[in-house]
């Protein structure tokens, strides 16, 4: 189960103070969620500890929506449609490796 976006925004940033337990969650490197974050949002967006910062003023619906489509395209088995995957690098390009069916399906760099 994904954790809820805890997002509060900061002058003109946004921080989702529990980015770390949403990436953990979903078994995804953080930077590779960050890179989708930023630039499905298109701005810039640093990480600090367990937070991330994203330039901007951004609500929760932003972060849920992202999210859903994070799990879309890089999380959930497009065969078996379950979520027991991990993303596996072959040269220079990127597959989605399903544990459970064992289905590897191509999917876009970021």
């Not at 900061?10 to 930023?38: A, E, Q, Y």
């Not at 027991?84 to 390009?93: A, L």
């Amino acid at each position: 189960e994904v954790p809820q976006p805890r997002s509060f925004i900061n002058g003109m940033r946004t921080i989702l103070s529990n980015f770390k337990d949403i990436c953990d969650s979903l078994n995804r490197d953080p930077r590779h969620v960050l890179k989708f974050f930023s630039g499905e949002m298109a701005t810039a967006a640093t990480m600090q500890r367990n937070r991330a910062i994203f330039q901007g003023k951004f609500n929760n619906d932003t972060f849920e929506r992202l999210i859903q489509r994070y799990i879309k395209e890089f999380v959930v088995c497009p065969v078996c449609t379950r979520p027991d995957t991990k993303i596996v690098k072959d040269r220079r390009f990127l597959f989605l490796v399903c544990e459970a069916c064992g289905a590897r399906s191509s999917i876009s760099t970021l």
